[in-house]
Structure formats: C-alpha cells, structure tokens
C-alpha cells in the first residue's frame, strides 16, 4: 500500500513547563526546550513510514537556504518518506511553531505560517494520484490557497481513480468551517475531526447528532476524536465509543495526526471499523509518552504492544 499525504510542515520549538506567563518577569526556568518536526501532513507521513506504509508527502518548503526548512526535509528523507513532490518557494520560511506545554501536556501554539500560506494544488501532484492507494489530506483551515476548492479537486480526482480517502481537519480561525469544505466532503471515505471541530462544523452538542451530520454531508466513515474520552465512530450502521488508553502523558501535540496515520496503516487489510480505531487510539496514546509531534511512535510493534497490554478491556457494542 502507497499513501499520498497532502499537508503542512512545521518546524516545532517545544517549551515544557510553562505554567503561566507574565511580561513582568524577565525570566523564567523550564525543563525542557527542544528543535523537532512538526505540522498536520509530515508529523501523519512520518509516523507512516515508522508502522510500515510506504508514502510520499506533498508539502511546500521555505527556500532552499532557510535553517528550517533543510531541517524539516532532512527528517523526512531520514525517515524514508518520498520527498519527490515537495515544492520549494525561494524567499520564504516553513512554518515555525512554538509548542507551550503545560504539566499535564496540554499546549498553547504561537505559530508562524510562513509558507503554508501560498501552499496550492499543483499539477504535478493531481498527475501522480494514480501512483498511490490512498489519499489523505492532513491541515485543513491552514493552508488558504489549497483549502476549499484544492482540497475537493484533490479527494475527487482521487475517488474518480478508485483511491481511498481521509481528511482531517484543524481549528479554523476564519469561522468558514462547513462552508469551506463542504464540497470535499462526498469525496472522504474517512474524515476525522476532534469533537471541538466537529461541533463547529455541524453546530451539534452531542457527538452522534455530530456525526449524523457529518455523514449526511456525504463522508462515508465519520471518526470524531474525543482526547482522553477516546473516539466515536459511525458509517450509518456501525457506531460506538472505542476508550481511551491510559498511558504517561507528557506531551499531546500530533496525537490527532498520530491517530490519522495509525488508522490509515490499518487500511492494508480488512478489519471492523471499530478495530481501526483502536488501533488510531493506541497510536495516539503511543504518541503522548514523548515531547513533540512525531517522537512517540518508534514502530508498529510498539503500538501492538500497547494494544496487547492494554488495562481497559473493549466493551462489545459500546454505543454513544
């Protein structure tokens, strides 16, 4: 199996801990402040290549002379992650992002976009979708050039070629939501918001009434995140909360891109909806034992390690 991911590449300077900040004090102690990879597409294309899936990552990088964006494309390329349709746009940066983490892992960003903003849909990447089995778009509302009509050109080319697809999603500042990406959602075997975006794009409160939404739009597979209270999933016959894992917080950025990637591994072979979603559950939780987006996950061992030792036992049926 081949994935195409679509998204966003960030270069992530993690601060842990940071109780509180206050422009009186000139200084303050952390413990930990460290460089790593970040963004929505590389943070789902590297955890990818570490559970075993071959993939490539469409990104746009700042100029080849930029500190970060060499950084970011020499991960990638030590990971295995085909580097082949990135585009680099002289004069500008990646995207640089600084993670605030609080003790418990929860986190504040002061992002900077850089070249996520000119990031669009080019030709050489619709020309290369036959290549590939999946399709996955990661960083929705983050790239303005690319969301909305790219994003649908992008999922139909893709589902007119016979491809599975996925899309997740993240906050969008503009307030557009469902308006933005309304038309790309027929085209989504899998979409994968967390329950905050999921309440902004349907206006529900209760998660089912969310996702009732959500496949009425015409997503075929609606998967809503849910942080510690695990995931909800439904396609209209099938629906259930699969738990959450318990596992030794230290950091929650990527854990939402960790779960996409882990449940696009489980695509190589047939299994319930309910069992892939377990699997982006211990993915996810995998991810949270280590500081920044992409350092959790080490292999696809360790996810099933997780999965066999697990505490809590998978309640059959488990409805919302």
Known sequence: MRVLVYGNANADISVKPVTTL?????????????LSNGGNGM?????LRRLGVECSLATYMGDSNDFFSCFLAGRLRDEGVDTSLIRWIPGETSGIVIVLI????KRFFLYKKGVQDKMKLDQDVLD????????????????PQFDGAGTERLLRT???????????????????????IKGAIPYCDYFAPSILEARSLTGKTHVSEMAEVL?????????????????????GQDEGIVPAFEVPV???????DCFCAGMISTLKEEMPLRERVRFANAAAAVSCTSLG?????????????????ASHPVPPGDTA
């Open 158 to 180: 893709a589902k007119e070629q016979g491809k599975t697809t996925l899309m997740d999603v993240t906050p969008d500042v503009a307030g557009k939501w469902m308006e933005t």
């Open 215 to 235: 496949l009425h739009a015409g997503a075929r597979n609606v998967i809503i995140k849910m942080g510690d209270e695990g995931a909800f999933y439904t396609n």
């Open 128 to 143: 290369q979708v036959e290549q590939y089995d999946v399709v996955s778009i990661h960083g929705t509302y983050l790239m």
């Open 22 to 34: 206050n422009p009186d004090i000139d200084t303050t102690f952390v413990e930990t402040i460290g």
């Open 43 to 47: 943070t789902a294309a590297m955890i």
């Open 250 to 256: 230290v950091d929650t950025t990527g854990a939402g």
């Open 293 to 309: 987006a992409a350092t959790g996950i080490e292999s696809m061992e360790q996810v099933k390690k997780l999965l066999k030792t």
């Open 102 to 105: 609080s003790e418990q892992g």
